[in-house]
């Protein structure tokens, strides 16, 4: 998992590339900050009744496992950029209870 591209304003966090398992990469994921929280958003494209996601997670829990995993790297790096500068630690949310683990092959 790669993070692009941090953002400290405007609605877009971050911008991220995954490869899953070795053998499916998807990029154009996005951070979004949100009135609930930062949260995933799948590449997609414009139709005619709204947007539409190009790759998505087909279940609820692998959809929740997926995100969960993204903005846990996503705050890793964000606490690691302020390690870096010399800056006190960023607030993080309530921790899920959720571990990092190797996606599927």
């Known amino acids: 998992m790669k993070i692009h ?3 400290t304003s405007g609605n877009v966090l971050a911008y991220v590339s995954v490869t899953l398992g070795g053998y499916f990469a998807v990029r154009g994921l996005r951070i979004v900050d949100s009135t ?3 949260f995933v958003s799948m590449p997609g494209y414009k139709a005619k009744d709204g947007c539409r996601d190009i790759c998505f997670p087909c279940t609820k829990e692998f959809r929740q496992q997926f995100q969960d995993t993204v903005l846990c790297a996503y705050h890793r ?3 690691q950029i302020h390690r870096s500068r010399g800056c006190e630690r ?3 949310r309530e921790s899920s209870g959720f571990e990092e683990r190797a996606w599927p092959r």
Do not use: D, M, T, V
């Open 36 to 38: 609930k929280g930062p």
């Open 77 to 79: 790096e964000l606490a």
């Open 90 to 92: 960023p607030r993080q």
């Open 5 to 7: 591209s941090i953002n």
